[in-house]
């Protein structure tokens, strides 16, 4: 199971019972699982319907203009306003076009919560375990949560200490520096297109 298929697991099948204050971390998960796991159990949607309507909500839930900072690191004030918003919109579906396509991957696992803290700047972290029974090994998930506009916000997903953020960082990092920032930005915009990840397979997490 590659990482981001673990991360829509681990949001979409999360059995913690009853239902939290809106403001509680543990409470933004259930929320976000609660809508995702009715996607993925729904019938009458194909794959395309699935990932459309997943993404739907992803949108909502993640917040893409500080995961697309964190991504760039440095090279984030190198870019201007323009390129700024195209990153962030090309990176929003490239993560899609990286891990979308397993959906169907989805095979009735659970998911425990098992923790949880409070991190600096005010970021939360809930801990998670996704439980496979006996066909595999359990996956850990971290969601590191962010508040803004008055509700958490997902800005990093790590699934077995292997970053969403920093996985990406490293590979444009890599692409910047050789091509440089505009180069990165078509690239990135041609792999969409393509329906191309720029991780390798064996970049995107455990299976």
């Known amino acids: 199971m590659k990482l981001w298929v673990a991360a829509t697991v681990a949001v979409v099948v999360l059995a913690a019972t009853g239902r939290a204050d809106a403001e509680d971390p543990r409470a933004f998960i259930q929320e976000t699982a609660d809508q995702v796991l009715g996607v993925l159990k729904n019938p009458r949607l194909d794959s395309d319907a699935k990932i ?14 500080t995961i697309s900072r964190l ?10 306003p323009e390129q700024r918003e ?3 919109r090309e990176f929003k579906k ?5 891990y979308g396509k397993n959906v169907d991957s989805y095979a009735n696992e659970t998911i425990e919560i098992i923790g949880d803290r409070e991190d600096p700047r005010g970021d939360h972290t809930v801990q998670t375990r ?4 006996s066909r595999a090994e359990d996956i850990l998930v971290d969601y590191r949560l962010r508040p803004k506009d008055g509700r958490w916000r997902v800005i990093d997903v ?3 200490r292997i970053s969403l953020v920093s996985n990406f ?3 444009l990092q890599e692409i910047i520096s050789r091509d440089g920032i505009e180069t990165m930005l078509e690239m990135l915009a041609k792999k969409n297109a393509s329906g191309e990840s720029l991780l390798p397979e064996d970049a995107r997490g455990p299976s």
Not at 52 to 65: M, P, Q
Not at 94 to 98: A, E
Not at 130 to 133: A, K, L, S
Request: no cysteine; proline share 0%; aromatic share 12%.
């Open 52 to 65: 459309a309507a997943i993404e739907k909500i992803a949108y909502a839930r993640f917040d893409f203009d």
């Open 71 to 80: 991504v760039l690191a440095r090279n984030w004030r190198k870019l201007t």
């Open 86 to 88: 195209r990153f962030t």
């Open 94 to 98: 490239h993560l899609s076009v990286t």
């Open 130 to 133: 996704i439980v496979r029974g």
């Open 158 to 160: 790590v699934v077995e």
């Open 169 to 171: 960082r490293s590979q």
